[in-house]
Each structure stands twice: as structure tokens, then as C-alpha cells.
């Protein structure tokens, strides 16, 4: 600790010469101290989910994900405005000439051979990635696969589950792509509690790397969705274990996937009943056969938007996806409807559609109430509010363009059903979560904006109040930056009232948030040993706090 405080808290710090500070801090332009093997202040800010790399003796793995990342969204934008014609995106780490990432052009480079030049590359940094891990029974791998089946909803998992269970059950998995069985072997052993299955994570997760390289040139028909599934399954183990850049790079790749296949033009007025069509006019995915298999398209899309505007901003760094104004993505794929309801009730979707989020964003009625429109709206309203916060200074409509969205964001959380499933849970928080992010960029200078972040933090503990935690199992990871988000609202305002401030809290006041904050503490410190980004949330919250109220 006292490294840590030498290495901010001095002025007389030697300067480290060019180019020796670690990638983290050159990318966020700070002081670095150049400790190794973790320097200052990636020791202190942890929840940058970064490892601490230099790249002295060539690319770092983290810059070659970047460039990767860089890559994907420039194939990404080509994608929502196929007919225009733009150089590529320039990669992030240029002065790394002989990267072979760095060269490649997205404008000549489909995502399969890009997909499997990266993890060509982890290959050769990853021995492991070269050979089998030594076999489970397969009776152990279903029980694995099951269990991950129950809590699927948390992590992603947009496909059939009661026909993925039943693949698995009666073909042995001989009917999947090896590419889905490998994600599903990971994530079973990932949540298994025996020590002695766990050891047998790093080698499942190198496997699975490797069946991911080639999984878009297989010739099943379901080939693209089972690869997209595979793409979110990856990103939302990686966030979760708070391995930030390669859930970044996952995420993109699965919006390139989607965008690719046209899964964001479902129901769409030109698209006749005759097929996506993507780019040229190649058919992205067959017609689907049933109002099921469309409604699984339908789930994968949103899953994919949800999943980006979740996690997309949480560094700092743009969405994939941009729907604002005539150059964004035409987003045209109705509200998702809860999965049963596809077949039972396909009326509930419309016959054509079009201008989905920006009729949404409009306030033009809908009437989709389902949990899983409700989630993927409430993933919109949150990417809209970090997305103006980060951009605030440059707008000069910025209060009436917050203002609008506040609006927005109230008038949603009025419809929203009270918390009895852990799926309502998510949109609660999403939902006063986007209160905090679109407030938290103005609350130092505005009384009003301090006041509606403090009210949604409230309104989070208030909510976990009710809720029976011990119950609730596992939890969309996205749940730890949130609670974190409320617990650094409390904090501040706390601090302010024992400063005394002319605006402040009164002591009863005080008292109640105190209470607010542990009760959302606690909750963080039950879900922290489950989730290594809980765990390092918690540990931001608790060095807040100390840092806050020492002495």
C-alpha cells in the first residue's frame, strides 16, 4: 500500500523515458512508476480490469487484442453502411509495424480467416492450446453442461435449451459443432465447485480457443448461430473473470457475426420472405423454418445488442454499434418476445417493422412487455446514458439532450413490474443504473444531478432489500459494475456530509445512506467469491471507502 501511495502521491518521481511506461497507463495517460511486474497504479485502480504489460520486447497481448478489436469494428462499420466507400480503421498500436495484426485491411478480410488468424496467434503464445486436455468422463461433462444449462440465462445463452439438453443427452454431443460443446465444457467446469474439476479450466478454455479459430467454416445449417453463440458465451466468461480486453474483443466479434448475418433486419420491409442478405447480396442464413427457429434469431440479435451496450463503454471506449442519425445501423428486428412465447403467441410480433430503438428512443408505443424486450431496453437506455455522459463536454444541447433521456429513463422504470425473477432484477438495475451514469458527469457541479444519481442508488438498495439474496443463484456479471456504481454514488455524498459542506446531508441523512451502502456491500460481499469481477469490484468499493473516511 505504501508503493502505491509513493507512487501518486510524489512529485519528484523520475520520469520513466519514452516508451517504458506500461501499455494500461500510456493508454490512459498517466504516470507510471515502472515497477514491474505490476507498476503503481495498476495496482491501485484494479477495476480497469487490464493486466499490467510493457511491450519492450515486442506487441503485448493486450495491444495485439486491441488491434484485433480495432479490426473487428472497422469490419463492423463497413457492415451497417455497406455502400459507402472509407479507408479502414486505423490500428491502435501503428508504431508495431511487424504485427501481423496491424497489417491485415478490413476492407479485404471476411471474420472467418480474421477469427482464425487471432487465434492462430494465441496458439503460438499458448502451448497448451496444441494438445487435448486429458478426458473427463462424459457422464461428469453432461452434469457440467446441465448445471451451466439452469443459470444460462445469466451468461447469454440465447439457443433452445431444452434441444441443446436433449443433444447433449442422447447424442453424446456428436450432433453440436465442437466449437459450442468446448464454450459449454468451459463454462460447466468454470462453475463447478471441485477443486478437482476446476483444474481442468485453463485447458478447457485454451480448447475451446482453438475450436473457435475455424467454427464459421463449418457446413452445418446453423452454423453462424451456433458460432455467435459461442462468440457471447466466451465474452461473458471473460468479463466475468474481469479479463476486461478479451471480453471486449468477443463482443465485437460477435456484433460482426450478427451484423454480418443480418440478424438486425428481421421482419424488415424489403426483406420479402426471400433470406437475409448481407453486402452483395449473398444470402447471411437461410429462411427459418419456423416461427421458433425466427424467434431464436430474433433472441440472438438482442442478446448481442444487449451484451455490447452493456459492456461496450465501460473503459471509456466507443460502442460497436452506433444507431443515431442516417450513418448508424437500421435496426429494423422486432423486440424480443420470452422465449416460449415465439410459438404460443407469434402475434405478438409485428408483420413488419422497422426504426426499432429509434421508434423506442421516440417514445412511439410498442406494447412489448416481455422480460426480454423489458432487459433489451433497458441495455439501450443505459448504452444512451454512458454514451452522452462520456460526451458531454462537446455538446453544447447536452442539458436538453439529458434532460430528454432522464425522461425517458423515468417514464421506462414506471412500467417496469416489480422484482420476483432474477432476469427483473437485471433490468431494475440497468435501469437505475443508467440514472447514475447519464447524472454522475454533471454531479460535482449540479444539485439537481446529484440528487436523481442519489435517488437511483436508493432506489438499488431498496431494491436488494426486498430480495431474498441466498436465493437467487448466479448472476449476470454486469450486476457488479452497478452495485459498484451505487456504492461510489453513497460514498460521495457521505463524504461530502463529514466535510461539512454548505450543501451536504444531514446526520440523519448520513445515517440512512450508510446504511444504504452496506446494504449493497453486503449483497457485493455474499456474490464475491462466485465472481472474480464481483470480487474486484468489491475491492474498488472498499478501497473507496477507505480512502474516503482515513482518519
Not at 480495432?70 to 457492415?79: D, K, M, P, T, V
Not at 487471432?118 to 497448451?128: G, H, I, L, T, W
Not at 481442468?200 to 480457443?209: I, P, R, V
Not at 446453423?222 to 474481469?242: D, E, G, P
Amino acid at each position: 500500500m505504501e508503493k502505491n501511495q509513493i507512487s501518486f502521491a510524489s512529485n519528484s518521481m523520475t520520469p520513466l523515458q519514452k516508451g517504458k511506461a506500461c501499455v494500461n497507463c500510456r493508454r490512459r495517460k498517466i504516470k507510471c512508476d515502472g515497477d514491474k511486474p505490476i507498476c503503481g497504479p495498476c495496482a491501485k485502480f484494479s477495476t480497469t480490469f487490464g493486466d499490467c504489460e510493457y511491450s519492450e520486447d515486442g506487441i503485448s497481448h493486450a495491444q495485439m487484442l486491441e488491434d484485433q478489436i480495432s479490426i473487428l469494428q472497422a469490419r463492423i462499420e463497413e457492415l451497417e453502411r455497406p455502400k459507402q466507400s472509407r479507408p479502414s480503421r486505423p490500428s491502435s498500436t501503428r508504431h508495431h509495424s511487424s504485427s501481423s495484426s496491424s497489417q491485415v485491411s478490413s476492407s479485404n478480410m471476411s471474420l472467418g480467416p480474421l477469427l482464425s488468424q487471432f487465434y492462430m496467434q494465441q496458439a503460438s503464445r499458448n502451448p497448451e492450446m496444441n494438445s487435448m486436455p486429458a478426458e473427463l468422463p462424459f457422464i461428469v461433462l453432461e452434469a457440467l453442461v446441465h448445471n451451466f444449462l439452469h443459470h444460462s440465462s445469466c451468461f447469454g445463452f440465447f439457443l433452445d435449451t431444452q434441444a441443446f439438453h436433449d443433444s447433449i443427452t442422447h447424442s453424446q454431443g456428436r450432433d453440436l459443432p465442437p466449437v459450442l460443446l468446448n464454450v459449454m465444457y468451459l463454462w460447466g467446469v468454470h462453475l463447478s465447485q471441485d477443486a478437482r474439476i476446476k483444474a481442468y479450466e485453463a485447458t478447457f478454455l485454451a480448447l475451446a480457443l482453438r475450436s473457435t479459430a475455424g467454427s464459421l467454416s463449418g457446413t452445418h445449417p446453423r452454423t453462424i448461430l451456433h458460432s455467435l453463440q459461442a462468440s457471447v458465451l466466451l465474452a461473458y466468461y471473460f468479463i466475468r473473470n474481469a479479463r476486461f480486453v478479451e471480453g471486449k474483443y468477443h463482443t465485437s466479434a460477435a456484433v460482426s457475426i450478427a451484423v454480418s448475418s443480418g440478424l438486425q433486419q428481421i421482419r424488415a420491409p424489403q426483406r420479402h420472405g426471400s433470406g437475409l442478405t448481407v453486402g452483395m447480396g449473398a444470402p447471411a442464413l437461410r429462411p427459418p423454418r419456423d416461427a421458433g427457429e425466427e424467434g431464436e434469431r430474433i433472441s440472438a440479435f438482442w442478446t448481442v445488442l444487449t451484451l455490447n451496450n452493456c459492456w461496450a463503454g465501460t473503459d471509456g471506449s466507443p460502442s460497436n454499434v452506433s444507431y443515431e442519425g442516417s450513418s448508424g445501423l437500421k435496426i429494423d428486428t422486432p423486440w424480443p418476445l420470452d422465449r416460449d412465447d415465439y410459438v404460443q403467441f407469434p402475434h405478438l410480433l409485428p408483420l413488419q417493422n422497422t426504426d426499432t430503438i429509434i421508434k423506442f428512443l421516440a417514445d412511439v408505443p410498442d406494447y412489448n412487455t416481455s422480460k426480454a424486450a423489458m432487459h433489451a431496453k433497458a441495455g439501450v437506455l443505459f448504452e444512451e446514458a454512458t454514451r452522452l455522459a462520456t460526451r458531454y463536454r462537446m455538446l453544447k444541447q447536452f442539458e436538453s439532450a439529458l434532460a430528454t433521456l432522464d425522461r425517458k429513463i423515468d417514464a421506462f422504470k414506471t412500467t417496469l413490474p416489480a422484482v420476483q425473477c432474477r432476469d427483473m432484477l437485471v433490468v431494475h438495475m440497468l435501469a437505475h443504473g443508467a440514472t447514475i451514469h447519464l447524472h454522475k458527469a454533471l454531479a460535482h457541479q449540479n444539485m439537481g444531478s446529484r440528487v436523481k444519481a442519489l435517488e437511483a442508488a436508493r432506489a438499488m438498495a431498496g431494491v436488494l432489500r426486498q430480495i431474498d439474496v441466498q436465493r437467487i443463484g448466479l448472476i449476470d456479471p454486469v450486476l457488479a459494475p452497478l452495485w459498484t456504481s451505487a456504492c461510489l454514488t453513497f460514498i460521495s455524498e457521505i463524504k461530502r456530509g463529514r466535510q461539512r459542506m454548505h450543501d451536504a446531508a444531514s446526520p440523519s441523512q448520513i445515517q440512512a445512506m450508510t446504511g444504504a451502502l452496506h446494504t449493497v456491500i453486503g449483497v457485493m460481499e455474499f456474490f464475491a467469491p462466485f465472481c472474480r469481477l464481483m470480487d474486484v469490484q468489491l475491492a474498488a468499493v472498499r478501497l473507496s471507502y477507505n480512502d474516503a473516511f482515513a482518519g
